[in-house]
């Protein structure tokens, strides 16, 4: 069969009619070859099918191209559409912005003309006042020179009589200056005597102030010392408390100590068992490595089934095609028109005897390969057993492991806490230690300080010299507080000259609302000009260098 396979290469036509010759050689029924013939022109049709699938499919993949690119196309010209429309709504937005601020600008520059309409309009109403004005005053000027041209001759008349009162005014005069010096020189020898009682009585103010202010620091030192005393006894009932609690801590550190010991012990028993099952678990690892690389060597020497399965449908195929190609040749050689029909093979042919023989050979090797086989089965169960056994000891160890581990960790953590609370009393200790330490050295210091002050007021001096400073501290506050009072007074009387009828404060130029009247009947009292007070214009302001000066006109009467 390899010798007629390597002159007789095969096209799809020979194996289409070695198919058939097969078919005919095989001692088959008539049926039987009508359905073999069947699925024959069946798998024709499918390969015929096939290759018009395949060419369909060629041409959808194709379409199926085109309109992708053509969707791309829509794609970048819709985007470019859309990038058009929001920049010519953007411009649109943009116009309309400037169309409201041009509107806004508008807007306000009517409202400026309107204000400065309404600016001319008042100047005007205040230019016919003006002009009101001045005409009155023009008219007044004139009386007003009438009545000084009247009060002048009575001025004569008056500095005459004035002169002879002068001289008997001099003569009383010199009189009264006599007896003022008289008086001056009497007042003033007063004033000595008072000016010296008033230092007296100052001095002696002062010094019974001192006296006041020397006995209340003295009583404030005896209740200090006094608060110091009772701090003193607190604290030193307080250091004894404390000491008799260091001993009961001591004793309690003590026992912790002991505990610590013990679990100290507890723990190296446990790492010694940890260590022991550390060292088992090792070998049983080193055990199951061992196992699982007898188990893979074992896989390895089975037989791979998928591959001798591979084979032997590979086999059964070339069986087939060999049986076509060996109906083909019998048709051939069936053929009495073939004249090439046969070749005569060299060699000897094996007689039934060697063939059986070769037979039971076969049988008896695969014989043992199916013993050897069941062997290395059994040693595979047999080795399965042993890892799960190891597997479970594994395990049970671990939990064992865990539960030491656990306990291991419990032990440590009351350990820390223990240590802490013993650091924390001892910290404690140490900080009531030091605040005695501290209230000892403060109330010695206190007390050495009454004592100093007794002998500076005893030999006269103030009892320190920070209470000296806050003496004179307090003096000069008391006369910025006098300042301060004459300061407010000022202001205050200076508030009255500015306070109108109503409550109301103003600094404005106080306007008259009085005059003296011309009529000689009666006496020159001010008389108040009720509601038809004269006009009297405000400064101008800042704003006049705006205004254009008036063009001053005749008046015409």
Known sequence: SSGINAEWPLRPGEVENLKRTLVKQLNLTASERQKIEASLSEERQLVLDL?????????????????????NNKGREYLKAEMKFHKARATMKEKE????????????VQARVREKYE????????RNKCVNVLQTSTQRAGEMREKIKILLNEIEILRANANEKDRIVRH?????????????????????????KDIMKKQEERKRLNIDRLNQ????AEDEMVKLRKRYEAAVQDRNDRGIQLIERNEEVCIFYEKVNIHDQLLREGEVSMQGLEEELRVLELEKRELKRLIGLRRKEVPDKKKMEDELSNAQIQLLSTQEHLFELERQLENPDNKGRSRLLGGDDSSVEDLELECERLESRLAEQEQKLLEKELILEEETRLVERVGKKVEAGKADTLQLAKRVNDYQKKLAETTNKIMAVVAELSMVQAESMKLQQESGDRKAMVEDAYKRLEVGLPPTEESE????????????????????????EQ???????????????????????????????????????????????????????????????
Do not use: C
């Open 51 to 71: 290759v018009e699938f395949r060419a369909a499919l060629q041409e959808i993949t194709r379409i199926t191209s085109l309109k992708t690119i053509e969707r």
């Open 97 to 108: 912005h400037a169309i409201e601020d041009y509107t806004k600008k508008s807007a306000e």
């Open 119 to 126: 600016i001319y309009n008042v100047i005007k109403n205040e």
């Open 172 to 196: 009383e005069q010199r009189k009264y200056a006599s007896i003022v010096v008289l008086r001056d020189n009497l007042q003033m020898e007063l004033g000595k005597q008072r000016f010296k």
């Open 217 to 220: 620091i003295i009583n404030a």
């Open 469 to 492: 400073l806050e003496w004179n501290r307090m003096e000069r506050a008391e006369e910025v507080r006098a300042q301060r009072k004459v300061e407010k007074q000022k202001e205050l």
């Open 495 to 557: 508030d009255e000259q500015y306070l109108v009828p109503g409550g109301v404060t103003t600094t404005a130029e106080p306007r008259p609302n009085a005059y003296i009247p011309d009529d000689h009947a009666e006496l020159p009292i001010p008389r108040p000009y009720g509601s038809l007070a004269p006009f009297k214009p405000s400064q101008p302001g800042s704003t006049m260098r705006h205004i254009r000066k008036p063009v001053i006109r005749p008046v015409e009467i």
